[in-house]
């Protein structure tokens, strides 16, 4: 079992900045590669970025620009840094946990999920 626990979101002006954070405890935090999907009000929860349990390998969604996840294994924390947001990027941001060796794109290759953390971009 892994509990994660987002934070970092907020209100933001467009072309603002935001760093999520996401606090991992539980088993090994280095054991997961770990993933960012958001979900924004009555649409389907889509990926934005990952990276690999070493941190070595990074995937971001095509359309999303201005992402950069990272991660610090010594703190059991993965970070999202999202820069010159639009209020198109209005959504709840969930990070999640996946045991899987490669860096998992699909929801379903992911076991552990936060609660969430609500960013709100305005013109």
């Known amino acids: 079992q892994v509990q994660l626990v987002e934070s970092g979101g907020g209100l933001v002006q467009a072309g603002g900045s935001l760093r999520l954070s996401c606090a991992a405890s539980?088993?090994?935090?280095?054991?997961?590669?770990m993933g960012w999907f958001r979900q924004a009000p009555g649409k389907e929860r889509e990926f934005v970025a990952a990276?690999?349990?070493?941190?070595?390998?990074k995937r971001y969604e095509d359309s999303v620009q201005g992402r950069f996840i990272s991660r610090d294994n010594a703190k059991n924390t993965v970070y999202l840094q999202m820069n010159s947001l639009k209020p198109e990027d209005t959504a709840v941001y969930y990070c999640?946990?996946?045991?899987?060796?490669?860096?998992?794109?699909?929801?379903?290759?992911?076991?552990?999920w936060g609660q969430g953390t609500q960013v709100t971009v305005y013109s």
């Open positions: 999640a946990a996946s045991d899987r060796a490669t860096v998992p794109l699909l929801r379903s290759e992911y076991t552990y």
């Open positions: 539980g088993r090994t935090f280095s054991s997961y590669a």
């Open positions: 990276i690999s349990k070493t941190g070595v390998v």
